[in-house]
């Protein structure tokens, strides 16, 4: 753990000047002066782990409070309200997320991130911003001091939140759970971005209606009777009950959804035994599980514990050898984006940064828990837009069949800062004027 104090004591270090850097300039008390990229950068290179994000909402919390927002800090964890009340008319929140991922970054970017933390579990890894946080926080506070800049455009309340923990899908549980609508302020439309890996940088893209999945995970506990690989019929065998199951999840989507409805049963890893020849006691199975009506979910889960459950009976696993079929607390909803909303918006974003630059992109079968914003007993209108951040060379040597293009996630993604920054903070600036200027709901 020695190596890992001298990593924290360098990035303190590291964080410190650039926030002198950052305070010499003016860069987080006026806009004017506001540089983005070297925010961008620092962000980057100092990634937080899901309910660490200790540092990063400080630097979130003095920058809105600098720009004259109302901020409160420690809500659901690390995370960070601002209101910029500005007379009567609509609330719209801008959520931007904080979170890196334990991934050791592979870019061979200057201000690539170094940094290490310790995981839940006691491992040391490292972390990277390898989902694009870094831009979602970049371009949302830009906004915010645009907004605050050009007050005498809009009248009514701008919320911007940075919610910890999106990557483990809690973070806006958590902020939710603590009172984020009736302590503060309950929007009126809720509205946010994402990067995207396949899109270039310049360009946004949109999705009406359904645009990211349900994401359940499950984990499944078998239990045997241990005993010599040679005589098996003295033992019960939890790896062959898992091949079954295994086998029996495929009929789930294929012959127990309707065939236009999406959903994903995934087994993503199997642990069991330790030796060629011996039939171990137990084994465990972990699943992701996607869908997008709450109908097909339910469905899905259900069915996950039924063919668990019967396979076992059907081969003697019964009584103390049952199974257990856990499905875990921390799920993401789907998240739907309000047609109406959608169509209004992107009709202000193309006159901000052309016609050609915004375009419809397909839903997909991820997972943002910005969906629970909507998901309220208020049902708020909310719309995310696709952010593009890929390097313009990068984009056509991909479009010559001559390069690929690294993942979210993955840790040689890297995105065209500044490009892809500016597109986001025109479409953003533009969306919120509009939307400031509608009637209360």
């Known amino acids: ?32 002066t506001f540089d983005r990229l070297e925010f961008y950068k620092y962000l980057h290179a100092n990634p937080e782990l899901s309910f660490q994000e200790q540092q990063t909402a400080k630097l979130l919390a003095k920058t809105w409070r600098e720009a004259g927002f109302e901020v409160t800090e ?54 990277m911003h390898a989902c694009g946080h870094d831009v979602h926080m970049t371009v949302g506070t830009e906004t915010a001091l645009n ?40 929007p009126d439309f809720n509205v946010s971005l994402h990067t995207l890996a396949t899109l270039p940088a310049g360009q946004v893209g949109y999705v009406s209606g359904w645009m990211m999945a349900n994401v359940d995970s499950v984990d499944i506990h078998l239990k045997g009777v241990g005993g010599h690989g040679a005589y098996p019929h003295n033992a019960k065998d939890p790896i062959v009950l898992a091949a079954s199951i295994i086998m029996d999840l495929q009929t789930l989507v294929s012959r127990e959804i309707h ?65 257990l079929v856990e499905i875990k607390d921390e799920y993401t909803p789907a998240l739907w984006n309000d047609p109406a909303l959608v169509e209004r918006s992107v009709a202000v974003m193309k006159t901000a940064i052309g016609d050609a630059n915004v375009i419809p992109v397909t839903k997909e079968m991820g997972g943002e828990d910005f969906a629970r914003y909507g998901r309220t007993a208020d049902k708020i209108p ?60």
Not at 2 to 23: P, Q, V
Request: hydrophobic share 40%; proline share 6%; with cysteine.
């Open 147 to 186: 907004l605050a800049q050009r007050r005498n455009e809009w009248q009514g309340t701008l919320m911007v939140i940075a919610q910890p923990a999106e990557e483990r899908g809690a973070g806006a549980k958590a902020m939710l759970n603590e009172g984020l609508f009736e302590r503060f302020a309950k």
């Open 74 to 127: 420690g809500i659901g964890g690390y995370g960070v309200v601002g209101l910029l009340r500005n007379g009567n008319g609509p609330t719209v929140m801008l959520r931007m997320d904080t979170d890196g991922l334990p991934v050791e970054e592979q870019t061979g970017l200057a201000y690539a991130s170094r940094a290490r933390a310790v995981e839940q579990n006691g491992q040391e890894v490292s972390v």
């Open 382 to 441: 909310s719309f995310m837009i696709r952010l593009g951040v890929v390097p313009g060379p990068l984009w056509e040597s991909y479009q010559r069949g001559e390069a690929s293009l690294p993942s979210l996630h993955s840790p040689f993604f890297a995105p065209d800062p500044a490009r892809s920054i500016e597109t986001g903070v025109k479409a953003m600036t533009a969306m919120a004027l509009d939307l400031l200027q509608s009637p209360q709901r």
């Open 259 to 323: 065939p236009v409805e999406p959903g994903v049963v995934t087994v993503g890893s199997i642990h069991a035994g330790t030796k060629h020849n011996i039939i171990p006691d137990n084994a465990m199975m972990q699943l992701t599980v996607r869908s997008y009506s709450d109908a097909t979910r339910e469905t899905l889960l259900k069915g996950i514990e039924r063919i668990t459950l019967k396979n076992a009976e059907a081969m003697g696993f019964e009584g103390d050898l049952s199974p």
């Open 1 to 32: 753990m020695g190596h890992l104090k001298d990593r924290e004591s360098t990035m303190r270090i590291t964080g410190l000047l650039l926030w002198c850097l950052f305070a010499v300039s003016g860069a987080v008390g006026s806009n004017q």
